[in-house]
């Protein structure tokens, strides 16, 4: 798997844009990347009407460039290089994409606001747009990166999140622990008493992890972990793990295919994506 070298950050100008400065430079010195583009994009036509008048001797982009560019450099502490890029776009994430495209960016990093605060570019049609990993940021988030967690259906497309933290595991300590959510197929439940569905299940999935981690991961994590969704969706029951143990990043690919587990599927990523969590997800592409 390709190494990340080139980071894309995007900011709007919220709260969360210095502590998203601060973990992207502890991320880049992590990861030894190349270098970090920090990205903003001005809605003018959101505004220009309303206060045309106040605005036409106001050069906008180089009074936020100026903001942004004082910003990071007290904020950002990792002695690599950067970049502020300032754009006018209707569509914020079209014009990440043009960003990643054009600058080979291997990771972009965005907020993960709560509710109140909006969705700033934290959206589905990103995550489908963009073919670089994704991650996203809450505020809570500590520069801690030794306690991984890893979804995974024991697909081929999980194969990637593990392949992801194999290329770091020799250069700082990690604590890996991978984590299925499993529920009881609904059709089999008049018929089958629960208790003995999950066994079987758990039975099922523990000889179908031990063949997945035979056959395609190089170091298998310190820890594996099957949970029972009981009454809530795969996706409700993961966040609720992740909040009440705070990993220091949680890593799930884009795409799954397992037939009792959908938790790497499309829509659930994106249910997991939408959460307010308190710990960074990462989406592997």
């Not at 400065?21 to 009407?49: D, G, P, T």
């Not at 959510?181 to 079987?200: D, R």
Request: aromatic content about 8%.
């Amino acid at each position: 798997m390709e190494s990340v070298k080139n980071i894309l950050v995007a900011l709007d100008l919220s709260s969360i844009d210095n502590h998203l400065i601060e973990y992207s430079a502890f991320l880049a010195e992590k990861l030894e990347v190349s270098k970090v583009y920090f990205v903003h994009n001005i809605k003018k036509y959101e505004i220009s009407e309303l206060f045309e008048k106040e605005l036409g001797e106001i050069n906008l982009d180089q009074l936020i460039g100026d903001e942004l560019n004082e910003k990071i450099e007290e904020k950002f502490k990792a002695d690599i290089s950067w970049e502020v890029l300032i754009s006018e776009d209707s569509n914020t994430e079209s014009l990440i994409d043009y960003v990643v495209n054009k600058y080979q960016i291997h990771l972009t990093i965005i907020g993960n606001k709560v509710a109140k605060e909006g969705t700033g570019v934290v959206s589905a049609k990103l995550l489908r747009l963009l073919k670089c990993n994704i991650l996203s940021v809450p505020k809570s988030a500590q520069l801690e990166l030794k306690n991984i967690w890893v979804g995974t259906d024991f697909s081929g497309h999980s194969k990637k999140s593990f392949q992801f933290v194999e290329q770091y595991r020799g250069k700082f300590d990690i604590y890996l622990k991978s984590i299925h959510v499993f529920h009881v197929p609904m059709q089999f439940s008049p018929y089958i008493q629960t208790n003995t569905a999950i066994e079987k299940i758990e039975k099922h999935l523990q000889q179908k992890s031990d063949r997945f981690f035979k056959k395609v991961i190089l170091t298998p994590p310190e820890e594996r972990q099957l949970i029972f969704a009981k009454d809530k969706t795969v996706s409700e029951k993961f966040a609720a793990e992740i909040e009440n143990n705070h990993p220091d990043l949680v890593i799930i690919s884009d795409k799954g295919g397992n037939n009792i587990s959908s938790l790497l599927i499309g829509s659930l990523t994106e249910e997991l994506f939408d959460e307010s969590l308190k710990s960074p997800l990462l989406i592997v592409k």
